[in-house]
């Protein structure tokens, strides 16, 4: 069974950067996909961003775009979101997950890690 284990996160002014990281354990681990997603207060939860297992292809919201860059190391299974130029309204809870094939939704989440970013 693949588990995902979120690191980083936390509290950064306006305009910091933070880095998101997820590791994923369990059985031979090769997704379609990875995705971060995220949650804020009263929302629902959005895309944030994606990156292509075999191939390394991101895509990303428009609202983070040219701010966030999505990376994945396929040996070590791991897969990071790098946030720059963060804004008040990136705050959420953000969520890394795995679509293990073409035809599969997003069906292993990772725990979640709260960022919050103060103006």
């Known amino acids: 069974q693949v588990r995902l284990s979120q690191s980083g996160g936390g509290l950064v002014q306006a305009g910091g950067s933070l880095r998101l990281s997820c590791a994923a354990s369990g059985r031979t681990f090769s997704p379609h996909s990875m995705g971060w997603f995220r949650q804020a207060p009263g929302k629902g939860r959005e895309f944030v961003a994606a990156?292509?297992?075999?191939?390394?292809?991101?895509y990303y919201a428009d609202s983070v775009k040219g701010r966030f860059t999505a990376s994945r190391d396929y040996t070590e299974n791991t897969v990071d979101l790098q946030m720059s130029s963060l804004k008040p309204e990136d705050t959420a809870v953000y969520y890394c997950a795995a679509r293990m094939s073409y035809s599969s939704d997003y069906g292993v989440w990772g725990q979640g890690t709260q960022v919050t970013v103060s103006s």
């Open positions: 990156v292509n297992w075999a191939g390394g292809s991101t």
